[in-house]
């Protein structure tokens, strides 16, 4: 006889999706009709399943309240980007294309800024310390950071974004060590991580708190993230919400314009060099994106 019954997925793997409901963790297939309408379920998702025999179905992706092409998840309140200024360096960049990203859905980023023991990242944490993110200097080495960042964890669904090597799952292993998560090496040539973390997977750190690890990614990765239209892209810059609607032309974009109040605050040290540059490098690339190719 079938049941059916509600969960959220905790891990998606191969087409095996393992869904927590309050009957336990069950391991699901998904019905191949939510692939062809491009539901195709997402960890974080919360769905419902039907149960025959022992074996478990999504039926059904519940709505979502955001999601993200890369990292794969659903449904997330925050999202976590770590950077590090030593071995590998993070590029400004690469945090404000995800952080735009995540701004562009309205979900709110923290940055995790991780070897601190080994380089304390004095000009990373002031460019983000000035655009209002809030900011925290870690070490998953020492334990500096950790319990400031579980703070801010407790109570929501969260997850860990960053280039490889950064120390993502070795920050989930110091919030609890039970995981014994694999960590990998950072290339001394190179600078670069390797990828221990393979898939999206929730782990519970404690009452409805859930923290995502996500494969790492680097700068040519950076091309399969979600898009973000020309138009919207200045809202997804938090620090540019000051001087919206100031600028001579209300279709001002902030490139060229006389008058631009985006670039006079650029200019008067009140929004990063590195932010606005890489505001350009964005709209540039999504100027480049055909509306027909969203449909």
């Known amino acids: 006889m079938e049941q059916k019954t509600t969960g959220r997925i905790l891990r998606s793997l191969s ?24 539901r195709s379920p997402l960890t974080g998702d919360l769905v419902e399943i039907s149960l025959e025999r022992g074996k478990g179905m999504v039926e ?17 309140d925050a999202l976590v980007i770590f950077a590090a200024n030593v071995n590998p360096i993070t590029e400004p960049y690469l945090i404000d294309r995800v952080a735009a990203i995540a701004g562009d859905q309205e979900v709110p980023v923290y940055l995790c800024v991780n070897k601190c023991d080994l380089d304390p990242a004095d000009g990373l944490v002031g460019i983000y310390e000035r655009a209002g993110f809030p900011v925290i200097r870690a070490s998953a080495e020492t334990g500096q950071g950790v319990e400031r960042l579980r703070e801010l964890l407790t109570g929501k669904l969260t997850a860990f ?45 404690g009452e409805d708190t859930y923290v995502a690890d996500t494969p790492g990614f680097s700068a040519f990765d ?25 600028c001579r032309f209300d279709d001002c974009t902030h490139r060229a314009e006389p008058d631009c109040a985006v670039r006079a605050a650029v200019e008067a040290g009140r929004i990063g060099k590195s932010r606005y540059d890489s505001y350009l490098r964005l709209y540039e690339k999504a100027s480049q994106i055909k509306t027909w190719e969203l449909k």
């Open 15 to 38: 087409g095996f999706y393992d869904v927590q409901t309050e009957a336990g963790l069950i391991s699901c297939r998904a019905r191949g009709i939510l692939r062809k309408e491009g």
């Open 60 to 76: 059904k992706v519940l709505p979502r309240r955001n999601s993200f092409i890369r990292p794969a998840i659903a449904n997330i």
């Open 161 to 205: 974004t960053g280039n490889s090597g950064v120390g993502k799952s070795s920050m989930l292993n110091r919030l609890c060590p039970e995981l014994n998560l694999a960590t990998g090496t950072v290339s001394e040539k190179l600078g670069r991580g390797r990828h221990t973390t393979r898939h999206v997977q929730l782990y519970r750190l």
């Open 222 to 246: 950076t091309d399969q993230m979600d898009v973000i239209l020309k138009e919207n892209l200045q809202y997804a810059f938090s620090d540019f919400a000051p001087c919206l609607g100031r």
